[in-house]
């Protein structure tokens, strides 16, 4: 099992910017796939991006505005979002995919262990 913490999340103006930061513990992150989703009140927790092995995968809804990263020495995978728009608004959670089970890249279910999330919120 992977410990994961959210953190970076805060109030922003419309198109501005935030890093988001997943760091892990409990062991080492750089073999596993790791994705960012967002979950907005009443809302199902949605896809953001994912990175696994050296590849990223991305929503529609964010491409071109985020990017994901990972520092394996860090053991910290980021989200750099920029442009934010008011619809950005969520909570963000980290997911570590541990190769447990066989759903696609963007399903939540794919992903083992979560942070408790961090909240960003953009103003227009």
């Known amino acids: 099992q992977v410990q994961l913490v959210e953190s970076g999340g805060g109030l922003v103006q419309t198109g501005g910017s935030l890093r988001l930061s997943c760091a892990a513990s409990g062991r080492s992150f750089s073999n596993y796939a790791v994705g960012w989703f967002r979950q907005a009140p009443g809302k199902e927790r949605d896809f953001v991006a994912a990175s696994r092995s050296g590849s990223t995968l991305y929503a529609d809804a964010v491409k071109g505005r985020f990017t994901i990263s990972r520092d394996n020495a860090k053991n910290t995978v980021y989200l750099q979002m920029s442009n934010l728009k008011p619809e950005d608004t969520a909570v963000y959670y980290c997911?570590?995919?541990?190769?447990?089970?066989?759903?696609?890249?963007?399903?939540?279910?794919?992903?083992?262990?979560w942070g408790q999330g961090t909240q960003v919120t953009v103003s227009s």
């Open positions: 997911g570590a995919d541990r190769g447990l089970v066989a759903y696609s890249a963007n399903d939540p279910r794919r992903y083992q262990d």
